[in-house]
């Protein structure tokens, strides 16, 4: 069983919207990271959270650590944005990153 | 371009053979962990090093599987009788554990294909 679930798995939206991409966790974590997969396989690191909000350009990711929740936001979204956006854990205690199965986006123009 | 490469890209192979990579981190990183990612799956952890020591198995890494990194810097990991279900993409990344945000920097994968 998957400790780390995203929704939704898979998203399609046009040119502009606003996209929110989901991600909740069983346990108490020291770090969540949202990273970014683009075809071809390679994996780019967005953000590192343990509390609070990070922005940067049209990215917004926030976390709740009482609800073990956090969420990735872009705001204008462009076809550019299209990617699988993965959100992977290191629950604490471990080492290790524990991730989630990615939530594939498409953004039409 | 994240600053980790990763050799061969693509490894198409027959069933029995052994194959190995090879993976090249940030110069001044310490830590070097593997994972691998199956079509539609969000990556799994293999194992990681901490410098030349290997710190922690998955059990995933069956005896077929194993990883070195004799000199604290690159690493290899070697798959000896390949079965068809080790065809995955492998990725490697790379940090500086110890410094305050950890963190990790992926390399572009390997891509195995076991026929």
């Known amino acids: 069983k998957n400790e780390v679930e995203q929704s939704p798995q898979n998203l399609t939206a046009q040119e502009g919207e606003f996209i929110t991409i989901n991600c909740s966790y069983s346990?108490?974590?020291?770090?969540l990271h949202w990273l970014q997969q683009h075809p071809g396989g390679g994996i780019v690191s967005l953000f590192m959270?343990?509390?609070g909000k990070k922005k940067h350009g049209r990215l917004i990711a926030t976390i709740n650590i009482q609800e073990k929740h956090s969420s990735l936001h872009i705001t204008a979204s462009h076809p550019r944005d299209s990617a699988v956006y993965i959100c992977?854990?290191?629950?604490?205690?471990?080492?290790?990153?524990?991730f989630g199965q990615g939530t594939r986006l498409t953004i039409n123009p | 371009d994240t600053g980790v490469s990763q050799d061969p890209r693509h490894k198409i192979t027959k069933r029995g053979q052994n194959v190995t990579f090879r993976c090249d981190p940030i110069?001044?990183?310490?830590?070097l962990y593997w994972y691998r990612q199956t079509l539609g799956q969000g990556p799994e952890f293999l194992t990681y090093?901490?410098?030349?020591?290997?710190?922690?198995k998955s059990r995933l890494l069956s005896d077929r599987f194993s990883a070195e990194r004799p000199k604290g810097s690159f690493s290899t990991l070697e798959i000896q009788r390949t079965e068809q279900g080790d065809s995955a993409m492998y990725l490697c990344?790379?940090?500086?554990?110890?410094?305050?945000?950890?963190?990790?920097?992926f390399g572009p994968g390997t891509r195995l294909l076991v026929l």
């Open positions: 959270l343990s509390s």
């Open positions: 110069s001044e990183h310490n830590r």
């Open positions: 990344a790379s940090s500086l554990w110890g410094h305050q945000q950890e963190t990790q920097y």
């Open positions: 090093f901490q410098n030349e020591a290997q710190l922690e």
């Open positions: 992977a854990v290191r629950f604490q205690g471990a080492q290790k990153l524990v």
């Open positions: 346990v108490g974590i020291s770090a």
